[in-house]
């Protein structure tokens, strides 16, 4: 029996970008401040982020599999909306508790959430099967 070998180069170079944004992010939100280092890998995550994003989310011009196609819309749509509502939230409970957030602070949280979001959707939606 032949082992079946699972390894996609584009989701290697998703999650590897993805650590270099969220790693960068975590520090943004804890020292609320951008410097030389934080900028460099967040540069380098995106950079390394968007050369397969379109394919990850199985939006390549000729289509292989619409059921990726699916999941991919599906888990970046969903990203967009917990991050818009978080960002809300964090907004709110700020001007509530009399403690503004700042830029950097809120730039981290954003990358962070939706990251993570779209990441954990999507693989949920991969291993779960069959789509309707």
Same mark, same amino acid.
């Given at each position: #029996?032949?082992?079946?070998? *699972?390894? *996609?180069?584009?989701?290697?170079? %998703? ?5 270099? /944004?969220? +790693?960068? $992010?975590? =520090? ?6 951008? *410097?030389? &280092?934080? $900028? ?5 995550? +995106? #950079? %390394? ?6 394919? @990850?989310? !199985? ?12 999941? !991919?819309?599906?888990?970046?749509? &969903?990203?967009? @909306? %917990?991050? /818009? +509502? ?8 700020? &001007?509530?508790? !009399? ?6 602070? /809120?730039?981290?949280?954003? %990358? =962070? ?10 693989? &949920? /939606? *991969? ?6």
């Amino acid at each position: #029996m032949a082992v079946k070998n *699972n390894f *996609n180069g584009y989701n290697a170079t %998703i999650w590897i970008g993805s650590a270099f /944004l969220m +790693v960068s $992010s975590i =520090f943004l939100m804890i020292g609320k401040t951008m *410097n030389d &280092y934080l $900028s460099v890998g967040m540069l380098l995550g +995106v #950079m %390394i982020f968007m050369t397969s994003f379109l394919q @990850y989310i !199985g939006m390549e011009k000729p289509a292989k599999d619409e059921r990726i196609r699916k999941i !991919g819309t599906i888990s970046t749509t &969903y990203s967009w @909306y %917990i991050t /818009l +509502v978080f960002i809300c939230f964090l907004l709110i409970t700020g &001007y509530w508790s !009399g403690v503004p957030r700042t830029p950097a602070e /809120l730039l981290g949280v954003t %990358i =962070f959430v939706m990251l993570s979001s779209m990441l954990g959707i999507n693989t &949920y /939606l *991969n291993m779960k099967g069959d789509m309707e």
